[in-house]
């Protein structure tokens, strides 16, 4: 292999050990690779020149394999009720409707130590647990389940997103529930509790306000900061600043650069004190892996140029990326390593261009700002796939805002890293408390009034292969690394910018589709009809629905409420806090006056301060549809008492599109079965398939010629075939989302998964 060849080794072999992740995604299989690793290893002592080469790369692709299968198929405990004990290892997150969400390390499974860290949710409506805090032991009893990966079209894939978090099972319940403190070490607890006491120092010294944004941009403690303000950060295209990354380690870096100069320390010195630092940064911030890239990348600039070493960004940006892929495969798939890399990418690419068009520039000044606003936009260009991939949206203000909300944050950083490393001083931290406290409070009102402006965020629908082309030729354009006419330079950025707007505009809809998504034991669909779209139930506390919505550019005609549980009306306040409006909402009658969590009251009157229309529907009254009708069957205007259990008086609904009927049941309890009896040719079971609702009688009746059946066990949906016989189950345990297509005279039933 010549030097030329070994020069340029790197950048190839990073994208085939991506590759390779990609592959072993999808394979549970790692002994097959990892036999091909060991024969293309000899290989490379074996072979010369290119076929040398080619072996690096393949072994590259094949430990990629190797790496990506084991990574993202670790071995499971079964499924089932488990006493679990564990230290709680972040903090302690609260959804709406009494919901609680946890991470747990240093876990035990009825008394066995288990490797992996847990997820654990619970419902607490009444009075929180007391003692709830990161350090804190507990034991408990729960039911484990295994994190489904990408089961909804356009979906989370929620495995994945745990599996990036080192968590590997999920638990839910907290039946005898005990709290003590840890009678044995914990890195994860431990580092949870320091960094959970330095948020409560920083806001005792700062207030609630600026003390949590203190410990967000610090610590990465983002669960401190109310929603409303994340989702204005990101309206304006500034969401990065509340995430620790590359811009969070750069000012610290910065700071130690000024302060190693004014004390005048040697070059060895100053490397070591990096590396310590920022390794008590990377353990302090959880060894977020963000924080880990960004210290490792700076960390080798500033090592580089300490010892006038200069390297090629390109490679190091490569051999850092290898390097973080083999210690975490299954990072590759987060937005977070695909932001990191894709960012550092436009910088460096557009680093040529900047110091050429500043050049003539002599003023230092103009200078700094050309270069600067060059390199910002291939910051953003890097950014813009992987923005548009995850997020659907693009921040039309980016450009404007995204240099100055950089240095203002600069400066409001660095004055929080002074009031943290004085507060082991008493009384010296509060003394920058008002001067800070202003500062946060007038940026952030400018932030939440820019971000409250309309028309701000630009939703376009899911980025595609031409979409990655366009990208491709606007980097070609303005790169200098390549020798190309004056003319063609400009017709590749046109041709760039024509293939990005034609990638991104919406396809008109014209068939007619409901889909049931996969919601564990909740439910949430959507029926598109031609150009108009109707949500039915939202699922529970997240963003199953409203992710799909946002991805496809959807804004519902109306949404319809079976009833107000968490578990099929909790995914409301996910599309409020998505942007997605809500022009009319349905309701059964009489569903505000039964037994309901308060947090849905006050979502209804904010729903109606708004602007939402909210109307009540009962038996007879009829929705129009442009393909049909959906008639309510139950409840019965007069047959509702208050303070009833809600599942009572779910919404019953007969839908008819196209010819073809489908009885919808929402969480109807058998006792009430007989009022709303009608003949479907589809039939979406009741109550998740439990045995208390979809009676054997009245599938009789009905006699559908399939039933959807929306629940998260497969015990269940074996239960429930039971009492269903012949008819074919349609199960979200089995299939995740299930699509229902509508012809005329007929319907044809598509699964998300195949069996």
């Not at 085939?16 to 299989?29: I, K, P, S």
């Not at 035990?108 to 804190?136: I, V």
């Not at 129009?624 to 599942?647: I, M």
Request: a neutral charge; one cysteine or more.
């Amino acid at each position: 292999m010549t030097r030329h060849q070994r020069g340029w080794l790197l950048p190839p072999a990073a994208v085939a050990l991506l590759a390779g992740v990609f592959v072993g995604r999808n394979t549970d299989q790692a002994v097959y690779p990892f036999c091909a690793v060991i024969i293309a290893f000899l290989a490379v002592f074996l072979l010369r020149g290119r076929l040398r080469f080619i072996a690096c790369i393949t072994v590259c692709l094949l430990l990629g394999v190797f790496a990506g299968s084991s990574a993202f198929h670790p071995a499971l405990p079964d499924e089932g009720e488990y006493t679990v004990s564990g230290v709680i290892s972040d903090e302690v997150t609260t959804g709406s409707f009494g919901q609680y969400r946890l991470y747990l390390s240093d876990v035990s499974l009825n008394g066995y130590p288990y490797t992996g860290k847990a997820y654990w949710t619970f419902y607490a409506d009444n009075e929180p647990p007391a003692g709830l805090l990161p350090g804190k032991a507990v034991l408990f009893r729960a039911s484990l389940y295994h994190p489904a990966g990408a089961v909804n079209p356009d979906g989370l894939n929620f495995r994945e997103n745990l599996l990036q978090r080192g968590v590997t099972v999920g638990l839910y319940g907290n039946d005898e529930l005990f709290i003590r403190d840890a009678d044995y070490f914990s890195f994860s607890g431990t580092i949870a509790s320091v960094r959970h006491r330095i948020a409560e120092s920083l806001q005792n010294a700062l207030g609630n306000e600026t003390g949590a944004y203190a410990s967000a941009l610090l610590l990465g403690m983002r669960s401190l900061i109310p929603s409303e303000d994340r989702q204005a950060f990101a309206n304006i295209g500034v969401a990065h600043i509340l995430s620790v990354s590359g811009f969070h380690v750069g000012i610290l870096i910065g700071a130690l650069a000024v302060l190693f100069r004014l004390l005048r320390l040697r070059q060895g010195f100053r490397i070591l004190l990096y590396t310590v630092i920022l390794l008590f940064y990377t353990v302090l911030c959880g060894l977020s892996q963000p924080v880990i890239r960004a210290s490792l990348l700076l960390l080798l600039t500033v090592e580089g140029r300490l010892l006038n070493r200069p390297r090629s960004g390109i490679h190091m940006l490569c051999a850092v990326l290898i390097l973080m892929t083999l210690l975490s495969p299954v990072q590759v798939t987060s937005a977070s390593f695909q932001f990191t890399f894709c960012a550092m990418f436009g910088l460096i690419w557009f680093s040529l261009l900047a110091r050429r068009v500043s050049a003539p520039v002599r003023h230092r000044i103009p200078k700094a700002l050309i270069n600067s606003l060059i390199l910002t936009f291939g910051v953003q260009l890097g950014l813009l796939f992987p923005e548009l991939m995850f997020f659907q949206r693009l921040p039309l203000l980016v450009f404007l805002v995204n240099l100055p909300a950089t240095l203002v944050f600069s400066v409001l950083i660095s004055f929080f890293w002074l009031v943290f490393l004085l507060l082991p001083v008493p009384g010296l931290a509060p003394l920058l408390s008002g001067l800070l406290s202003f500062l946060t409070g007038s940026l952030l009102t400018a932030v939440r009034t820019l971000g409250s402006l309309p028309g701000l965020t630009l939703w376009i629908r899911s980025p595609n292969m031409l979409t990655a082309l366009g990208v491709m030729l606007v980097f070609l354009s303005c790169c200098l690394y390549l020798r190309l006419h004056r003319v063609l330079r400009p017709a590749l950025f046109a041709a760039g910018a024509v293939l990005l707007v034609f990638s991104l505009l919406p396809a008109p809809h014209t068939s007619t589709e409901y889909i049931q998504f996969s919601a564990g034991n909740a439910d949430a669909a959507v029926l598109r009809d031609s150009d108009k779209t109707f949500v039915i139930d939202t699922g529970e506390n997240d963003s199953t629905l409203s992710s799909y919505l946002r991805t496809h550019r959807l804004i519902p005609d109306a949404v319809i409420l079976t009833h107000l549980h968490a578990d099929h009306a909790g995914g409301l306040r996910a599309m409020l806090d998505d942007g997605i409006p809500v022009p009319l909402l349905y309701l059964p009658e009489g569903a505000e006056l039964q037994q309901v969590h308060p947090d849905f009251l006050l979502l209804l009157d904010e729903l109606r301060k708004s602007g939402t229309k909210i109307l009540s529907l009962s038996r007879g009254d009829v929705v129009p549809l442009p393909s049909g009708t959906l008639t309510v069957l139950w409840p019965e205007k007069g047959k509702t008492r208050p303070g009833q259990e809600a599942n009572n008086y779910s919404l019953v609904s007969r839908l008819v599109l196209k010819g073809t009927s489908m009885l919808m049941t929402g969480d109807l309890p058998e006792k009430y079965e007989h009022y709303c009896t009608a003949s479907a040719d589809l039939l979406k079971a009741a109550h998740h398939g439990s045995r208390s609702s979809t009676s054997e009688s009245f599938l009789s009746t009905v006699s559908p010629a399939a039933v959807l059946l929306s629940c998260r066990s497969t015990e269940r949906v074996q239960a429930f075939r039971e009492r269903s016989g012949d008819i074919p189950v349609y199960a979200t345990a089995e299939c995740g989302a299930v699509t229902v297509c509508f012809e005329e005279g007929g319907f044809t039933i598509i699964p998300y998964l195949s069996n």
